[in-house]
C-alpha cells in the first residue's frame, strides 16, 4: 500500500473513532433521568437579595443562595430554599414530597428510600409548593413525578449525587 492509501485510512479510521465516541456521549447524556434547567448562577447572598431573584424552577436548582446549607437528613417541615440550593451546589439531591396531593405515607416511604441509597449529600423534605407529589432535584436538574417510582428515582440519585459545582468533603 502506498503511503497517500494509509493516510488515507488513518484519516477515515479517526473521524469514525470520534464520531462513535461523540455518539456514545450524546447516548449518555440523553438516557439521564429529569429535565435540564438553565444554570443561572451560584452566588451567595443574603435572603433579602435572593427574594427578588426570579428562578427558572420551582424548586429551585441554581441560582443564588444562603451562605448555609442544609446537612443530609429527613425533614418533616418545609426547609428554606436558598439553603437547599446551596446543598445542591454541594452535590446533594433532594427529594421534594408534598403530602397535599397525596396520602402522607410518601413521607414514610421516601424516608425509608433515602436510608436505602445511603444519607450521604441526600435530603428528604416536605414541600407544600410542588405541584407534583414528589420532586427530586440536582444542580441544574429536576424530576417531577405523578407517583413515587424507586427505579428512577434510585437512578435519579446514582446520576447526579455528588455531581455540583462546588464539591465538599461531606
Known amino acids: 500500500m502506498n503511503k497517500k492509501i494509509k493516510n488515507l485510512i488513518m484519516v477515515i479510521g479517526t473521524i469514525l473513532v ?27 447572598k443574603p435572603s433579602t437579595e435572593n427574594d427578588k431573584f426570579v428562578y427558572n424552577s420551582y424548586p429551585p436548582t441554581s441560582g443564588p443562595h444562603d451562605v448555609e446549607w442544609i446537612k443530609p437528613g429527613v425533614y418533616n417541615s418545609p426547609q428554606d430554599k436558598y439553603k437547599l440550593i446551596h446543598s445542591l451546589e454541594h452535590g446533594y439531591i433532594v427529594i421534594h414530597y408534598n403530602c397535599a396531593t397525596t396520602e402522607c405515607e410518601l413521607g414514610k416511604t421516601l424516608s425509608e428510600f433515602g436510608n436505602k441509597m445511603g444519607m450521604k449529600k441526600l435530603i428528604v423534605t416536605i414541600d407544600p409548593q410542588i405541584k407534583f407529589p414528589v420532586v427530586l432535584t440536582a444542580w441544574n436538574r429536576i424530576l417531577e413525578m405523578k407517583s413515587f417510582d424507586e427505579k428512577l428515582a434510585t437512578n435519579f440519585v446514582n446520576s447526579f449525587r455528588g455531581k455540583g459545582p462546588e464539591l465538599t468533603m461531606e
Open 18 to 44: 470520534i464520531v462513535g465516541l461523540g455518539y456514545w456521549m450524546y447516548r449518555r447524556i440523553a438516557n439521564l433521568p429529569g429535565i435540564v434547567v438553565n444554570d443561572q448562577g451560584r452566588d451567595h
